[in-house]
């Protein structure tokens, strides 16, 4: 597609229980980026990856998190074990790396996460 | 680490009204970028400045990148009811290794018909 595609766009889960969140990048895209939401909050860095390698990880809240991206493209974001304080929109943005366009990301709308 | 505050955190405004709104740093940024966030949508980009001093306008929009570099403004004419949303300053953190971006805290936006 010409956009950031996610899935799912919402997930409720009971606490506890692992969930995988996916990131679909704009072709061509060699940065990508998740982000965490929570209610009425602005966006927390989580991690970025350049190809299929992740030279930031240092917003992970926890071990509990991590994520991967395989063939420089798709990204998956896993949280195990959750727990409620994880309930937020987990946004996922690519980009072209540098040159003057460097930083200008591309969303996608979010995976809505409800930990129950 | 840089952090970036917006101001005012909300505004309520009529329909018609100009909006102005902006962005400090405790550091110097190398670029300034402000996005738009529509209800259940993710952020979108409006503009982006690489310039002290550069002043850039799309539509109705005007942003401005500070001369001390630590700081930018974005203002709205003439608003109308799709403007409506939280507009985030960013900025690339330099201080890390990487070219993630730094958030601003967001200025929601509500405009009466």
């Known amino acids: 597609g010409a956009g950031v595609s996610q899935s799912p766009s919402n997930k409720v889960t009971e606490k506890g229980k692992d969930v995988e969140l996916r990131c679909d990048p704009i072709s061509g895209h060699t940065a990508l980026y998740w982000y965490r939401q929570s209610l009425g909050q602005g966006l927390e860095f989580l991690i970025y990856f350049q190809g299929n390698s992740a030279p930031d990880k240092s917003g992970l809240p926890s071990d509990r998190f991590s994520a991967e991206r395989t063939g420089g493209s798709v990204s998956t974001l896993t949280i195990q074990r959750t727990q409620q304080e994880d309930s937020a929109v987990y946004l996922c943005?690519?980009?072209?790396?540098?040159?003057?366009?460097?930083?200008?990301?591309?969303f996608g709308e979010g995976s809505r996460l409800t930990v129950l | 680490g840089q952090q970036l505050n917006q101001s005012p955190q909300s505004m309520f405004i009529q329909e018609g009204e100009d909006v102005s709104m902006n962005c400090t740093s405790s550091?110097?940024?190398?670029?300034w970028l402000w996005y738009k966030q529509d209800p259940g949508e993710g952020p979108v980009l409006l503009i982006a400045l690489y310039k002290a001093g550069e002043l850039t306008s799309n539509g109705r929009l005007t942003a401005q990148f500070g001369i001390t570099r630590k700081d930018s403004f974005l203002n709205i004419s003439a608003s109308i009811p799709s403007d409506v949303g939280i507009y985030f300053c960013a900025g690339p953190d330099y201080g890390g290794a990487t070219n993630k971006l730094i958030f601003g805290t967001g200025t929601l936006l509500a405009v009466q018909p």
């Open positions: 943005a690519s980009s072209l790396v540098g040159g003057r366009r460097t930083g200008e990301l591309f």
């Open positions: 550091s110097i940024f190398n670029t």
